[in-house]
């Protein structure tokens, strides 16, 4: 049973859109050290996601989420009863947002007007190597632990009438640049039952980036002498907390689930535009996302000696009022079906996964007193993910 089910928890994940909860994509999961012997993965998919509404000019915003596919690899090697390690290849996380700059359906098509945010786009991109070594003690708990280094690249740009008074446009471009961080956890199991719960602490990753901005809003920064803007500046990448665990709880029939924390609010991008100065003490952020909890529950069963299911929730409730345009919605509900086939040391899982994104007012401005620009209310996503492994 445990070797048949063990993939289902990490697969209902990975397969998940994480278009919610900052610019997340994979939850950075540790699962691959807890299968049996010595083991290989391969993963890969795609998600479809749709995100749209209505700006306060009246235009349609169209979709602004694009699709994107993922893959990962991962080896964990058993050096003993006690000591293995592990390499996991990964993207962590990724954004890619863009708001047409053609105008959508008017509800009275003589107004003379543009899109709101028309222009406006964010791009992340980002590969993480993680190596990861544990040692289980005679008494069934264990502790792991590693390094993780994390490759990063993307790029920004503000247009569009709602951000008229921060003087758009503004592009910012950074370049790729790798940073490094670590991963502390550990775990108890019951191997009679299948049960096992873990904690791991992935800490804050820093990116020394190279940046390079353009714009109006540069020009009147530099008091006309330039529109260009280039210098070094370190921006974090959050930390956060994973509780995951699962359980035997009839014959052939396991539960599973997870609590996942992520500090959203130290994800800060600070150089030498943002953050702005406003006349009444506040200050314009670029990038303003809050704090995370998401929550996973499921159920698996093995119905023959190859095939076994999976059926599992997902919940990440809403968080603040007002969003960032670069982060259009706010909280999530999904679903995910998973199969497992599995023969002689093969295991292939294949899931489906649709998540209801929550509706949000998009906003800009000084933080804690933002202007709504637009209304998403039509977000939802679907996500395919297959993973292939091998034990031996």
Not at 58 to 65: E, L, R
Not at 71 to 90: P, T
Not at 196 to 217: A, C, K
Not at 223 to 244: A, F, H, N, Q
């Amino acid at each position: 049973m445990k070797k048949i089910m063990s993939g289902s928890a990490v697969l209902l994940i990975t397969a998940s859109p994480l278009v919610a909860g900052g610019i997340e994509r994979a939850p950075q999961s540790l699962a691959v050290l807890f299968e049996q012997g010595n083991y290989a993965e391969l993963s890969f998919g795609g998600v479809d996601p749709t995100v749209e509404g209505r700006d306060v000019a009246g235009f349609n915003t169209g979709d602004v989420a694009q699709g994107y596919g993922f893959v990962g690899l991962s080896y964990k090697h058993q050096f003993n009863d006690n000591l293995s390690a592990a390499f996991i290849v990964e993207q962590p996380f990724g954004a890619d947002i863009l708001y047409p700059t053609q105008p959508g359906p008017l509800p009275n098509p003589a107004v003379d007007a543009s899109p709101v945010l028309g222009g406006t786009r964010v791009e992340v991109n980002s590969t993480t190597l993680t190596g990861l070594a544990r040692y289980k003690f005679e008494n069934n708990f264990s502790v792991h632990g590693g390094i993780r280094a994390s490759r990063a690249d993307g790029g920004v740009t503000l247009n569009g009438a709602g951000y008229s008074r921060i003087s758009p446009p503004y592009n910012l471009e950074i370049n790729d640049e790798w940073g490094m961080g670590y991963v502390l956890g550990a775990a108890y199991e019951i191997p009679e039952i299948a049960a096992r719960v873990s904690l791991t602490y992935n800490s804050p990753i820093e990116h020394d980036f190279e940046m390079t901005e353009t714009g109006d809003i540069v020009l009147a920064a530099t008091r006309g002498l330039t529109d260009t803007i280039s210098g070094t500046y370190t921006v974090k990448t959050p930390r956060s907390w994973t509780l995951e665990g699962q359980t035997g709880i009839a014959q052939d029939t396991l539960v599973f689930g997870s609590i996942r924390w992520v500090k959203w609010s130290e994800f800060i991008v600070d150089n030498a535009v943002f953050p702005i100065a406003t006349p009444t003490g506040g200050t314009v952020p670029l990038v303003e996302v809050e704090d995370t909890t998401t929550y996973t529950i499921g159920i698996g069963r093995k119905f023959t000696d190859n095939w076994s299911a999976s059926l599992s929730f997902l919940y990440e409730p809403s968080e603040g009022d007002t969003v960032s345009p670069l982060a259009p919605t706010n909280g999530r509900k999904g679903v995910t079906l998973a199969g497992i086939y599995t023969m002689d040391n093969i295991k292939i899982t294949t899931g489906i996964n649709y998540t209801r994104l929550g509706g949000s007012d998009v906003g800009i401005g000084e933080t804690g007193n933002k202007t709504t620009v637009a209304t998403m209310d039509d977000n939802h996503a679907w996500g395919v993910g297959v993973r292939i492994g091998y034990s031996f």
